[in-house]
């Protein structure tokens, strides 16, 4: 009796696990049949059993291509059977897809972002007028903003418009303008006040949790 034992390191590779070693073995079976007309038979037996295996995949569009498809990936595509849809090839399962292109941007201000580049890269195809200016100042006080999130001290304005000329290519230049940015101790103060909320809203959570555990409970 110990000597029929079968161990799963002794047993072959099952190409998709989830559907286990018994439907395996159906389809090894159904690889053995003669006769084409049975192994049709058997073939939509096996695909019946796969749905009832995956029942919240029933109403998947194309659920039955799927089950067709797996069918023949877990047969080594060596069934001979007849399928309501094109049979797969194991050329195409096995072509690898095309490497997707990842943007490879190295910013030499990481602190800011490469949205920040994007804006910038934005507001330089603007025509001049207000609509403009207030653009250029919103990406200068976003950067600030960013800065000061990397370096908690504080951060001149003429840093932030030499960075803005540098990321523009020099076609935004904001060192001689008479306006200046938003306060470094403001934006701070900005963050701050969320971070108090959140701590404020923290501690009423915890202070009603625990009056719902010491009321009487009847």
């Not at 007309?37 to 058997?42: G, I, L, Q």
């Not at 190295?106 to 403009?132: C, Q, S």
């Not at 303008?177 to 959140?198: A, F, I, P």
Request: with cysteine; glycine share 4%; hydrophobic share 30%.
């Amino acid at each position: 009796m110990i000597d029929n034992l079968e161990y799963n390191t002794e047993r072959e590779h099952l190409i998709i696990p989830e559907y286990g070693r018994h439907l395996q073995k159906m389809i090894n079976h159904a690889k053995t049949i003669e006769t084409k007309e049975e192994r049709n038979k058997v073939a939509k037996a096996i695909i019946s059993v796969m749905g009832n295996m995956q029942p919240h995949l029933r109403d998947v569009p194309d659920f039955q291509h799927k089950l067709w498809d797996q069918l023949f990936i877990m047969a080594n595509f060596e069934l001979d059977v007849d399928s309501p849809y094109e049979k797969p090839t194991k050329e195409l399962f096995e072509e690898r897809p095309e490497p997707l292109k990842y943007p490879q941007n190295h910013p030499k201000y990481r602190f800011y972002g490469n949205n920040i580049k994007t804006m910038i890269d934005v507001a330089n195809t603007w025509e001049e007028g207000e609509l403009k200016e207030a653009l250029l100042y919103t990406i200068a006080n976003h950067m600030k903003k960013c800065f000061l999130n990397w370096n908690k001290d504080t951060v001149e304005d003429d840093v932030i418009f030499d960075h803005l000329f540098e990321l523009s290519g020099g076609k935004i230049n904001l060192k001689n303008s008479d306006e200046d940015l938003s306060e470094s101790s403001s934006l701070l103060r900005t963050k701050g006040k969320y971070s108090n909320n959140n701590n404020n809203n923290n501690k009423k959570h915890h202070k009603k949790n625990s009056n719902n555990r010491q009321r009487k409970r009847y």
